[in-house]
């Protein structure tokens, strides 16, 4: 079992940059692919970026890439996702989740959910 706390979330203005961390307690999660997923209001609940347990394999959503970048250290046990150029739209719940598999597959596939965090981009 491992689990998962994010931190880093709040209110941020359009075009700034935060990042999001994701830490566990478990060794274990060195050996986890880990993503980042997102619930805008009234959404369904979105992939934004994953990576490998050796960070070697990383993936974005379409909607992300070129602003965010998705990183690991495993030695802090800690997944990063850092959020540039953000835009109102990036407002949402995001969820860091982790998977036994040691790379990103799908979300039907993680086995492990942070409860979430709140991010809001005001215009």
């Known amino acids: 079992q491992v689990h998962l706390v994010e931190s880093g979330g709040g209110l941020v203005q359009t075009g700034d940059s935060a990042r999001l961390s994701c830490t566990a307690s478990?060794?274990?999660?060195?050996?986890?692919?880990v993503a980042w997923f997102r619930q805008a209001p009234g959404k369904i609940r979105e992939f934004v970026a994953g990576?490998?347990?050796?960070?070697?394999?990383?993936y974005y959503a379409d909607s992300v890439r070129g602003r965010f970048i998705i990183s690991r250290h495993n030695a802090k046990n800690t997944v990063y996702l850092q959020m540039n150029s953000l835009k109102p739209e990036d407002t949402a719940v995001y969820f860091c989740?982790?998977?036994?598999?040691?790379?990103?597959?799908?979300?039907?596939?993680?086995?492990?959910w942070g409860k979430g965090i709140l991010v809001t981009v005001s215009s």
């Open positions: 989740a982790a998977d036994d598999i040691g790379d990103y597959v799908s979300e039907g596939e993680m086995d492990y």
């Open positions: 478990e060794r274990s999660f060195n050996d986890c692919g």
């Open positions: 990576i490998s347990w050796s960070g070697s394999m990383i």
